[in-house]
């Protein structure tokens, strides 16, 4: 008598799910009226994006004045959550893109989300560099054209100017490819809806058919618009650090703010990625397919590039010490011992620390841990680029003009507006499109059932072929 044979891996989708089940558990949030847990938050974000608009009008009327930048603090909190909001935009195109590349098919369950996350991060990303000039009108200046503008022409020296093409670049890319992995499952929904909702489903499905060409040529374009996107991964974040490391003062004039930059960006996006996906997995009732197993497989990530970040704060403050430069020893002294030490300290603890929770499978496990653990670690993240930006400029050269930066009100709404874009995107992103990819679930299916050997595996292998010849 053999002995039973266990389960070789964890499934991804539960519930012995048919294709006409996932057809009708995915699109079920775009065709039934909104919750009342979806309208509480949607109010909620439309609200701050309401005092968002009034706080960028204000700025705009008054000045920049109306910020507390000063001659030694040039960049506060706009530049800060600048960078903090490129970071969060990192984790869309890394599950996307590389993941699909190297065949993991974990990623299904939460890549259309963390595409559309992308999209919106980098929306709320730009908005601050073009408020920062002060005169938005003039923000047509950072574009090179043919034009008689003489020495107004743009810099191509300036690594303001490569975040210009590279955010750009990035935004383009990722844009398409959300798009693209979105038309099947807009035809889906397509062949559902009815009247007026059908026309409009019809529009954005341009037309797709779901025949053996359509796949093919969607498949190739999918692979293609992956392998442009997986540089970006890393040339954005990289481009972003270069704000600061070709810079000269002390603190920021460092080789490894790129490598650095790219880890802590895509250590936050996947902490935002699970901040959201943990609410949308219950507020519709997704938990066979955003599984256990996915967010175990996203903590295992945070822990991996968290601890590459601790590491590239414990090689600055190396560094540092056997420099033997004093300015840039004072910079790191400064910043564990200065003015902001609290702003450090909330660095290291929500960066460093709490991420090593997830060395215990129990707690990659453990919903609520994930929860609070993915808001820790943006707060973290946040903390960081303030620590790098306001912590380095308070304190320069000449002690006669420090100074001490402290955000105004309006500083404060502009970035609380910027969530409830944000999440005003995202919430209504929900309701009009499949918020996980349909198509892509269904090709896993039957993977889904192959990795069950042991006593479930005949039901799983009956919900693959009861329906095995249903079309998308």
């Not at 256990?292 to 590491?311: F, K, Q």
Request: charged share 10%.
């Amino acid at each position: 008598m053999s002995a039973p044979i266990a389960v070789i891996r964890e499934p991804l989708i539960n519930g012995g799910k048919t294709y006409h089940d996932i057809t009708e558990d995915i699109c079920a949030p775009t065709e039934r009226a909104p919750s009342v847990p979806w309208v509480i938050g949607f109010i909620i974000s439309a609200s701050f994006l309401a005092f968002y608009v009034f706080c960028v009008l204000w700025t705009i009327w008054f000045g920049i004045g109306t910020w507390d930048l000063n001659r030694t603090v040039g960049w506060g909190w706009d530049i800060t959550n600048f960078v903090w909001w490129v970071g969060i935009g990192h984790a869309g195109t890394l599950i996307s893109a590389i993941l699909l590349l190297f065949r993991q098919k974990w990623r299904t369950g939460v890549n259309r989300a963390a595409e559309a996350m992308t999209i919106f991060a980098v929306m709320c990303a730009g908005q601050f560099p073009l408020i920062h000039m002060g005169r938005l009108w003039l923000g047509f200046f950072i574009f090179p054209y043919p034009n008689t503008r003489g020495p107004l022409w743009v810099n191509f020296n300036s690594p303001l100017l490569w975040d210009v093409f590279a955010i750009s670049t990035y935004l383009t890319v990722s844009l398409l490819f959300w798009y693209t992995g979105l038309v099947p499952d807009f035809a889906t929904v397509r062949d559902r809806a009815k009247g007026f909702r059908k026309k409009v489903y019809n529009v954005l499905s341009f037309g797709w058919t779901g025949s053996a060409k359509h796949w093919q040529r969607w498949e190739s374009l999918s692979l293609v618009l992956a392998g442009l996107a997986t540089p970006l991964v890393l040339s954005v974040h990289t481009i972003v650090s270069f704000d600061f490391a070709t810079s000269v003062i002390p603190g920021w004039h460092t080789t490894i703010f790129p490598p650095y930059f790219v880890a802590g960006a895509i250590f936050s996006g996947f902490a935002m990625v699970l901040t959201l996906m943990l609410v949308v997995r219950k507020l519709f009732k997704l938990q066979d397919y955003i599984t256990i197993a996915h967010i175990e497989s996203m903590n295992t990530v945070i822990l991996v590039t968290g601890t590459i970040v601790g590491v590239a704060y414990l090689t600055e403050l190396f560094v540092a010490w056997y420099s033997g430069y004093l300015p840039e020893q004072w910079a790191f002294y400064n910043r564990v011992f200065g003015p902001y030490y609290w702003s450090y300290i909330g660095m290291m603890s929500c960066n460093v620390l709490s991420p090593q929770l997830f060395w215990s499978r129990k707690m990659r496990r453990n919903i609520t841990v994930t929860f609070f653990m993915s808001i820790f670690i943006n707060i973290g993240m946040w903390f960081e680029r303030f620590v790098i930006i306001a912590t380095t400029l308070a304190r320069d050269y000449l002690p006669s003009s420090w100074s001490y930066y402290t955000p105004t009100w309006v500083e404060i709404g502009i970035f609380a507006g910027t969530l409830g874009l944000f999440f005003t995107l995202f919430l209504v992103f929900c309701r009009v499109a499949p918020v996980i990819a349909i198509a892509e679930v269904k090709s896993i299916l039957k993977t889904a059932g192959d990795q069950y050997t042991g006593p479930n595996a005949k039901h799983h292998h009956h919900a693959h072929d009861e329906h095995k010849t249903a079309a998308h």
